[in-house]
C-alpha cells in the first residue's frame, strides 16, 4: 500500500514522517518526498488514524483522491529536480513532467492550473526564484554560473525573472543579504 502526503518538500519532513511513523511502531515503510510505501501489510486502522493526526500535526496532510495525488507528484517532482539535484536543469519539463507520470501533459497542466490558480510553468518559476535566493545567499556562485546552473539561457534572462518575480534584481538582493547580515565578530 502507499499513502500519499501532501507539504512533504525537504529531507527534514522525510525525516519528521519517519519519526511519527516508528512512534506507531510502523517500522517498514520506505519514505519519500510526498509519499510513505508499506513494506509488510498496513496497519490498522487505529493505527492509521493516529498517523493522520500526527502527520496533520506537522502541518502534513493525507491526499486521498486521484487527482491531489497526480498535482501532488508534479510539485514534489518540480522540487526534486530543482532543489535536490546537482546537475543543471537543462531540459523540457513539460517532457518530464508527461514521461515520468504517464500522462499527456495537456492534461496535467489544466488540471495543475484549475486546482492550484497557476500554471506548472508558473510554479516551476517560483521554485527556481526560490533556489536561485539560496544560492545568492550562500555566495559562491556568479550570476552566470547560477544561471547556468538553473537551466537559463543567460544571467540577464535570469535577472528579468527574478525581478517578475521578488521586484528586485538578484544584485539587490545580494545587497540586501549583505546589509542584514553581521559578521560573527561583531555579535
Known amino acids: 500500500m502507499q499513502l500519499f502526503i501532501k507539504n512533504m518538500v525537504c529531507q527534514r519532513c522525510v ?13 517498514h515503510a520506505d ?17 492509521m488514524e493516529k498517523l493522520k493526526s500526527a502527520l ?12 491531489s495525488r497526480l498535482i501532488e507528484r508534479v510539485k514534489t517532482m518540480v522540487i526534486e529536480k530543482i532543489h535536490h539535484s546537482d546537475g543543471e536543469l537543462r531540459n523540457n519539463w513539460s517532457e518530464i513532467i508527461a514521461d515520468e507520470l504517464q500522462y499527456e501533459y495537456n492534461y496535467i497542466s ?16 517560483r521554485q527556481k526564484v526560490e533556489k536561485v535566493k539560496e544560492l545568492l545567499f550562500y555566495d559562491e ?15 540577464a534572462y535570469l535577472t528579468n525573472q527574478f525581478k517578475k518575480v ?3 534584481t538578484p544584485g539587490q538582493f545580494r545587497q540586501l543579504l549583505n546589509k542584514n547580515r553581521t559578521a560573527l565578530d561583531k555579535l
Not at 489544466?110 to 518559476?125: D, H, K, P
Open 15 to 27: 525525516l519528521a514522517v519517519k519519526n511519527e511513523a516508528e512512534k506507531l511502531g510502523i517500522r
Open 31 to 47: 519514505i519519500s518526498l510526498g509519499q510513505m510505501k508499506f513494506q509488510e501489510a498496513e496497519p490498522g486502522a487505529q493505527v
Open 56 to 67: 496533520r500535526n506537522l502541518g502534513f496532510d493525507i491526499i486521498d483522491d486521484k487527482k
Open 110 to 125: 489544466n488540471l495543475f492550473s484549475a486546482v492550484e490558480g497557476i500554471t506548472i510553468e508558473q510554479y516551476i518559476i
Open 141 to 155: 556562485l556568479t550570476l552566470s554560473e547560477i544561471s547556468y546552473r538553473m537551466g537559463y539561457s543567460s544571467a
Open 166 to 168: 521578488t521586484g528586485m
